[in-house]
């Protein structure tokens, strides 16, 4: 069975820089063909994919928020962490983190399945 | 304003069929079939309902059903039940760096 799970700070700061934590298992990022993608979802909001980390180390960004995100991985604690700078009000939104299995084509795809979500609210 | 578009809201009675279309443009959905789309409840995480326009997961309803043509990707549930009552969303791949998304469906059975 595989689980994603994501952690870190509910509250933060405008101008402050996040951290969230994706906790996975039942699969490898060592394995060939696997990724794991991070999304937020403001209020009442459309999906909005952020980023992108597969199991050879590439990387994928959304162009509008490349400059502020970094995404990586911890294999020894089978992890992928995303780091989001410069926290706005407008940024507060549930985050999530899924399973990208490549199938025909290198992603972003489609994901399954998805972490429960975290919801981070930014305010001073 | 998503980069795909979706109807706000559909409706339909137990038992009937209904259609949610999603349309984008020739660098998404037109020159891809790699349409996706999601089943989301209300706090609830996203579960992939639909991917590679018309391919389910295991596990997941053949009531369930996609569909293309030109830059428009359809999701169709057929014998709707009271448990279908969801959001939807359709995703496309567009590239790789870009994965555009709909606004979303509320799905209401009446």
């Known amino acids: 069975q595989i689980t994603l799970k994501e952690s870190g700070p509910t509250l933060v700061k405008p101008t402050q820089t996040l951290t969230l934590t994706c906790s996975f298992s039942g699969f490898s990022l060592s394995t060939s063909g696997e990724g794991v993608g991070w999304f937020r979802q403001p209020p009442g909001k459309a999906l909005e994919w952020l980023a992108n980390f597969y199991w050879d180390d590439d990387t994928r960004y959304n162009p509008s928020l490349k400059s502020r995100l970094t995404i990586s991985k911890d294999s020894s604690k089978n992890q992928v962490v995303l780091r989001m700078t410069n926290m706005d009000s407008v940024d507060t939104a549930t985050f999530y983190c899924?399973?990208?299995?490549?199938?025909?084509?290198?992603?972003?795809?489609?994901?399954?399945?998805w972490g429960q979500g975290i919801l981070v609210t930014v305010s001073s | 304003q998503s980069d795909l578009t979706q109807p706000a809201s559909v409706s339909g009675s137990p038992g009937q069929s209904i259609t949610i279309s999603c349309t984008g443009t020739?660098?998404?959905?037109?020159?891809?079939?790699?349409v996706s789309w999601y089943q989301q409840y209300p706090g609830k995480a996203p579960k992939l309902m639909i991917y590679?326009?018309?391919k389910r997961p295991s596990g997941v309803s053949d009531r369930f059903s996609g569909s293309k043509s030109g830059n428009t990707a359809s999701l169709t549930i057929s014998g709707l039940q009271t448990e279908d009552e969801a959001h939807y969303f359709c995703s496309s791949y567009a590239g790789s760096t870009t994965l555009p998304f709909g606004g979303g469906t509320k799905l209401t059975v009446l």
């Open positions: 020739s660098s998404d959905i037109g020159t891809y079939n790699y």
């Open positions: 590679d326009v018309n």
């Open positions: 899924a399973r990208e299995r490549i199938s025909m084509i290198r992603g972003p795809n489609w994901f399954d399945p």
